[in-house]
């Protein structure tokens, strides 16, 4: 228990709060009949969860040092519990979204810290293994979320997939407060609250907030961007808010003691190179899921199980590659793993765009098993690459950039795929037509619109989504392969970049 204990408590938590991101996605159809929800709601219930995880994850592990990181992390797992129970009762979508957004809190406080802890409790090869099998708990949470969540809607329907939560949280809650010491960071340890009072106070707390405007902003600009077109006063305004949150960003981060995101990393253009790659990854990767998950079910007439399996080519792929990766490729440059993988996860997004309205599920394996393969090359290497951007200082702060990007990469792709979706179904159909049918609505409008059109017109969306993920990812990878080439002579120290990362990779320890 001294050995495993801590590892097993933080992976506990690791794995709800991941397993949350993606089990979500096949039970839509089921949430939005029950709901009543639209399609804005449905990508809200995605988005909510993944953009407050984002906005919150940096200022969250800077405030964990100074109130200490178990007391936070437990903090975090009451708070995602009793947002799950929320989830699982809500009477309607807007409560099911609120919901969601709360539970992102929480996820951003364990999330925030998971490494620091681990980091706290373990050292040298102890450390290795403890991170290998975190991130593989990490990898799994994300395959195995649509086939449980497949199980959980067509069973007992689809609350119990927030309701499973709450007796995993009591596990978690009693085994890291048994097993997982208290630690903190240099501004928490030794000193007296009064002290510790004025280190919270000096958290960056307006650049979080700063961040969370632009975040919240830009994604709810383009969702109703879908809703009413790209120059409707309300996708404008908010965009203009967004500019302007961005703008305070930069200025608080350019005054603040102890800064979000020192900006001055942002002149490196490997530190640059790795930021764009993580932002696209999870946004490419998996940012039309959830409109195929919809298509598969309510065109296709597959059960929610039926659907989360056929993700499973693609997870399986994810999984064998990362292993693969980390065993024959190590020392081999992060700009080639990184950019190559989001090359292949274009072209895989790419081989996806031969649907029509006769195609089936079948059409879009091979697809799913290059995003798969691409996904298992970026996946394991690209925080070691942002650990390897910065110097051991600041490793801390490098890797809760990646992760927040990853986020908001990921509620990005959602909303922005979900608006090219609806955009081009409006070609078809009357728009009002359009987002019921996007929105898991085709029952409604099967007794006024032909079988054969509204499969055309579903699938004539996805191709222009999948072809605007496609081509995001090539643009990524080619970025990515272009801003962290090293300069001449510099190929050992790249070489030994993944070294160097490794033994960065518990920042905050």
Known sequence: MRTWGPLTAVCLGTFMLLLDVTIVVVALPD????LHASLSDLQWVVDGYALTLAALLLGAGAGADILGRRRTHVAGVVLFAAASLLCG?????????????????GAAAMLATTLPLLGSVYQGRQRSVALGVWGAVSGGAAAVGPVLGGLLAEGPGWRWIFFVNLPVSVAAVWLTLRVVPESRGPGGVG??????GRAW???DWAGTAAFAGFAGGTTYAVVRAGEDGWTARATLTSFGLAA???VCFVLVERRAAHPLLDLSLLRRPAFVGVMAGALAFNGVAFGVTPYLSIWLQTLLGMSPVRGGLTLLPMTVAAMVTAVVVG???????ARLTIGGGLLLIGAGCLAQTVLGAGSDWTALMPGFVLVGIGTGFVAPTVAGAALAAVEPARAGMAAGAVNTVRQLGYALGVAV????????????????????????????????VPEHTLRAVFTTGLDSALLTAGGTGLVAGVLVLVLMRPPRGAGVA?????VRAGERAAPRA
């Open 31 to 34: 949430m939005a009949g029950a």
């Open 89 to 105: 009762l809500a009477p309607g979508p807007g409560t099911l979204v609120a919901a969601r957004a709360v539970q992102g809190v």
């Open 191 to 196: 000193v007296s609250p009064r002290e510790r």
């Open 201 to 203: 106070r000096s958290v």
């Open 244 to 246: 302007f949150a961005l």
């Open 327 to 333: 065993k024959r490729f190590h020392g081999v440059p």
């Open 417 to 448: 795929f979900g608006t090219v979706l609806t955009s081009r179904m409006a070609d078809g159909l009357p728009r009002g037509d359009a987002h019921v049918l996007a929105g898991g609505g085709a029952a409604a409008l099967r007794g006024s």
């Open 494 to 498: 790249e070489k030994g970049a993944a």
